[in-house]
């Protein structure tokens, strides 16, 4: 059952006349990496600028929360799940096209926010453009991506960034260039509200055995390293300044421990795994308590990269 409706809103009334698909009161969970989530008021797939524009204008005339599910990765929801609306970027947000310059040597790509990272990165290397390498197997959309300024040890969307296109809570376009983003260490500073609808990325003319062996390799040593084939919402902390929070972690006898159906990963300790059924308070517990033991062990104050949204049950 989902959460009890404010008394201000009727949101099947309210969007009645808006011709997307929607669900009321859903649990968030299959949408989610992690596989944890509670429902929401309301989820509607937007396929166009015109209806995303006309959900807007509701939420913005009835003072409705509105906000975005990507690929549903780096994101823990609470157990009472998220009040208002959320969005599922789909249709026109899920296309890409890619133009070569004048020199052949380097191309500009627009992509959908909607879109997947990793396929993105691969269609490119096969056609043997550079750049997106380090984002193949990274799960999630180009918009979460572009929002944590996503990564590896071979690069992060700051390196092929050139501009994003977003509507902004007036309800104007804004196109803005790479440098007004704030992009830094999985973190950006997008205007407050901002609904990520495209961004411009910059690739290099390359090898595309080349492209296509260093995507392997990497991905190869990630499923090696990381427990890639079970739910999980990715890294849990940001490495702190010139230490890793894995290895912190493992330091401390971490590996293992489990509270509920949530487990730290016996493959890769700043990886919180869902091993059966966990709640998001098993997986926030135990953020805590690992946050807690590095404190009091190294007076080293992890930081999430994990995102956590949404109402305590």
């Given at each position: 059952?989902?959460?009890?409706?404010?008394?201000?809103?009727?949101?099947?009334?309210?969007?009645?006349?808006?011709?997307?698909?929607?669900?009321?009161?859903?649990?968030?969970?299959?949408?989610?990496?992690?596989?944890?989530?509670?429902?929401?008021?309301?989820?509607?797939?937007?396929?166009?600028?015109?209806?995303?524009?006309?959900?807007?204008?509701?939420?913005?005339?009835?003072?409705?929360?509105?906000?975005?599910?990507?690929?549903?990765?780096?994101?823990?929801?609470?157990?009472?799940?998220?009040?208002?609306?959320?969005?599922?970027?789909?249709?026109?947000?899920?296309?890409?096209?890619?133009?070569?310059?004048?020199?052949?040597?380097?191309?500009?790509?627009?992509?959908?926010?909607?879109?997947?990272?990793?396929?993105?990165?691969?269609?490119?290397?096969?056609?043997?453009?550079?750049?997106?390498?380090?984002?193949?197997?990274?799960?999630?959309?180009?918009?979460?991506?572009?929002?944590?300024?996503?990564?590896?040890?071979?690069?992060?969307?700051?390196?092929?960034?050139?501009?994003?296109?977003?509507?902004?809570?007036?309800?104007?376009?804004?196109?803005?260039?790479?440098?007004?983003?704030?992009?830094?260490?999985?973190?950006?500073?997008?205007?407050p509200g901002a609904i990520l609808l495209e961004t411009t990325l910059r690739l290099q003319r390359g090898d595309a055995s080349v492209v296509n062996s260093t995507m392997r390799g990497a991905y190869k040593r990630r499923r090696q390293t990381q427990p890639l084939t079970l739910p999980s919402a990715g890294s849990t902390f940001t490495?702190?300044?010139?230490?890793?929070?894995?290895?912190?972690?493992?330091?401390?006898?971490?590996?293992?421990?489990?509270?509920?159906?949530?487990?730290?990963?016996?493959?890769?300790?700043?990886?919180?795994?869902?091993?059966?059924?966990?709640?998001?308070?098993?997986?926030?517990?135990?953020?805590?308590?690992?946050?807690?033991?590095?404190?009091?062990?190294?007076?080293?104050?992890?930081?999430?990269?994990?995102?956590?949204?949404?109402?305590?049950?």
């Amino acid at each position: 059952m989902g959460p009890a409706q404010a008394p201000q809103w009727n949101l099947p009334e309210l969007l009645h006349d808006i011709p997307a698909r929607m669900a009321f009161g859903c649990p968030l969970a299959p949408y989610t990496s992690l596989r944890v989530g509670g429902p929401v008021d309301a989820l509607i797939q937007i396929d166009n600028l015109e209806m995303l524009r006309q959900v807007l204008a509701i939420a913005n005339r009835h003072e409705i929360p509105l906000s975005v599910l990507g690929g549903g990765s780096n994101m823990l929801i609470r157990d009472a799940g998220i009040r208002g609306i959320i969005l599922l970027m789909r249709g026109a947000f899920r296309s890409y096209d890619l133009q070569p310059n004048a020199d052949g040597e380097t191309a500009v790509v627009k992509v959908g926010a909607g879109y997947s990272l990793s396929r993105l990165a691969m269609q490119v290397g096969r056609c043997g453009w550079s750049g997106l390498e380090f984002a193949y197997g990274i799960p999630g959309t180009i918009g979460g991506a572009m929002v944590m300024n996503a990564g590896t040890s071979l690069g992060d969307m700051s390196g092929t960034l050139v501009a994003a296109r977003m509507l902004c809570r007036d309800g104007n376009v804004y196109n803005l260039p790479a440098s007004a983003l704030g992009l830094r260490y999985r973190s950006s500073s997008y205007p407050p509200g901002a609904i990520l609808l495209e961004t411009t990325l910059r690739l290099q003319r390359g090898d595309a055995s080349v492209v296509n062996s260093t995507m392997r390799g990497a991905y190869k040593r990630r499923r090696q390293t990381q427990p890639l084939t079970l739910p999980s919402a990715g890294s849990t902390f940001t490495n702190p300044h010139g230490r890793a929070a894995g290895y912190l972690i493992e330091r401390l006898g971490l590996k293992g421990t489990r509270i509920g159906g949530a487990q730290v990963s016996l493959v890769h300790a700043n990886f919180i795994i869902n091993v059966a059924r966990a709640t998001a308070a098993d997986v926030e517990t135990l953020i805590a308590y690992i946050r807690d033991r590095v404190q009091e062990a190294y007076d080293i104050s992890l930081t999430r990269e994990v995102r956590i949204v949404g109402e305590k049950g």
